[in-house]
């Protein structure tokens, strides 16, 4: 039996385990594995502070998706709802209030309550939320970030039953170390998001929401192909918390090419071309001293992310990413890291199902014959099959992330 203290340790360790990640995604899918470890809920979502609204951000539905060894993410946690800080809801009153509430049967509230139950998401997935544990996720200064709502604590049997004392003592303090945790990773995704700015203000294809996009795919193929290559839960968390940041700034090293080859609306001649292709040179530049995992991972992708998996791709084996002149003898296969070739294939697709000056998106259909007649040519065959038992997922991040009309 652990004790009060036990946990609190326990809950100090996991903070600190927490500050390591560096992916807002990554950060909020341990937040809510670790709460629901804490109180053995069945599901938990998290909502961010945005713009006076609460943005859903994360999911977990141990009843409706898993979150096991052998199960990658829903569609579902990419929803893109929003909701009013308001008494229109239990997660929009904790916002509203900065109060916790804790309710052993949403169903049977109080009507002289000052809020309601929203049961939309009930209705829409046949799921039936009893108890709730909702948290508004204030940092130390007080500062409002999201709500964090655990759902359906779990007796002896799996049934839902209500949140206890000690839950209700200990998921505070979590929560409050976790907010200061949330507000750390939304600042490295603004810093992020600014470094492609600077890329988008070059390049109009290069939006935050095409880098979201790639991003988020990249993670989500790569989640995929662990799962079908048996690679350790743990380790598949890792990996995935740096590779969608390093997929977002793929083309970060557009910001050397000149806008005249950059914003050209016809056909790159074979001169502007070659220039063209050195914006890989040039993102490996940015990364180029070793200071972390993610700085390697960020100039592997930068540089290999137009590789070809069966050879001809760009820039192709170099000894210098710094030498004014290179020719780089060709690179395939596994030579080619993986991040990058995971990213190669998020962001044809991304290109193939987007508008451009020069074309229209193509159906689904289409790009569907295209990347299969590419399984062995331009992509790793693996991230092929990995793209088709994951589209559901990728679908759901298209709605999510789209592009500003």
């Not at 500050?19 to 990554?26: E, F, G, I, R």
Request: net charge negative; proline share 5%.
């Amino acid at each position: 039996m652990h004790t009060h203290g036990t946990h609190i340790e326990q809950i100090l360790r996991t903070i600190e385990g927490l500050n390591h990640l560096s992916d807002m995604d990554a950060i909020l899918d341990a937040i809510l594995r670790e709460a629901r470890a804490l109180t053995d809920a069945d599901a938990g979502t998290i909502f961010l502070a945005e713009d006076g609204r609460l943005t859903f951000a994360y999911l977990h539905n141990d009843t409706l998706f898993g979150h096991g060894r052998n199960t990658g993410v829903s569609p579902e946690t990419y929803r893109s709802d929003t909701l009013p800080i308001d008494n229109q809801s239990v997660v929009g009153y904790a916002a509203l209030s900065g109060t916790p509430l804790v309710h052993d049967d949403v169903y049977a509230l109080d009507p002289g309550l000052p809020y309601r139950f929203n049961s939309s998401f009930d209705e829409k997935s046949g799921y039936r939320t009893r108890s709730t544990l909702t948290l508004p996720l204030r940092t130390f200064g007080n500062k409002l970030v999201g709500v964090m709502q655990l759902i359906n604590a779990r007796g002896e049997n799996g049934q839902a039953v209500p949140f206890t004392a000690e839950h209700r003592a200990l998921v505070p303090i979590f929560a409050q170390h976790a907010a200061g945790v949330v507000e750390r990773g939304r600042t490295t995704r603004e810093l992020i998001l600014r470094m492609t700015r600077m890329a988008e203000l070059r390049d109009p294809a290069e939006t935050g929401a095409h880098v979201q996009r790639v991003g988020a795919v990249s993670a989500e193929l790569y989640h995929q192909w662990a799962l079908d290559h048996g690679v350790p839960l743990e380790e598949i968390r890792r990996y995935k918390d740096k590779l969608r940041i390093a997929a977002m700034l793929h083309d970060v090293g557009k910001v050397g090419i000149p806008d005249i080859i950059l914003r050209k609306p016809a056909r790159l001649s074979d001169d502007e071309y070659g220039l063209m292709k050195r914006h890989t040179v040039y993102g490996a530049r940015i990364f180029a001293d070793d200071h972390s995992e993610l700085d390697a991972l960020c100039r592997e992708v930068a540089l290999r992310h137009h590789e070809r998996w069966s050879g001809g791709g760009y820039p192709g084996r170099l000894d210098d990413i710094f030498a004014d002149e290179y020719t780089g003898l060709p690179m395939r296969g596994e030579a080619i890291p993986l991040a990058a070739r995971i990213t190669a294939l998020a962001d044809v697709y991304d290109a193939l199902v987007s508008p451009r000056c020069y074309k229209d998106p193509w159906p689904e259909e289409r790009v569907f014959e295209h990347i299969r007649a590419e399984s062995g040519r331009h992509f790793d065959p693996g991230v092929v099959d990995a793209f088709f038992e994951v589209y559901p997922v990728i679908r759901a991040i298209h709605t999510r992330f789209r592009d500003a009309e």
